[in-house]
């Protein structure tokens, strides 16, 4: 059995990410979701889905919708907010505070704030 010691995620919301396998391979997009659990993210834009939503919900006619479902984790690369690139992240630790490192530029990669 595999023990995660770090706790930080290799990839959060708000995150810029390139897709690397799948059907929308190259394309990059920003993380809504992480499921922490399942190991998958759901980008924007990446892996649409149509749903035909019937009568019942909208009330009148049906309509297809297209709904981005989660890839798996292991398929997105993070794309460095410093030197726009690709990248692995590394982690830094300095006293409580774990920092995600890129390791092309070596520069933390901070969160970017996001507002409601
Ligand atoms: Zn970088």
């Known amino acids: 059995m595999v023990v ?8 959060k919301r708000g995150d810029n990410v390139l897709v690397l396998l799948g059907k ?8 809504l979701r992480v ?3 399942e190991n ?4 924007e834009g990446v892996n649409k889905v149509k749903r035909h ?9 049906g309509t297809i919708l297209e709904i981005p479902k ?3 984790i292991s398929n997105v690369a993070l794309i460095c907010p410093n030197c726009k690139k ?6 830094k630790i300095a006293g409580k505070e774990k920092a995600r490192v890129c390791k092309k530029c070596r520069k933390e990669i901070t969160e970017k704030e996001i507002r409601k």
């Not at 690709?86 to 982690?91: C, D, H, K, L, N």
């Open 4 to 11: 995660r010691l770090l706790t930080v995620k290799r990839i």
């Open 24 to 31: 929308d391979q190259g394309k990059s997009g920003v993380v």
């Open 35 to 37: 499921l922490t659990k």
């Open 40 to 43: 998958r993210v759901l980008v």
């Open 53 to 61: 939503i019937g009568k019942k919900v909208t009330g009148s006619e």
């Open 70 to 72: 989660p890839i798996d």
């Open 86 to 91: 690709p990248t692995r992240v590394s982690f």
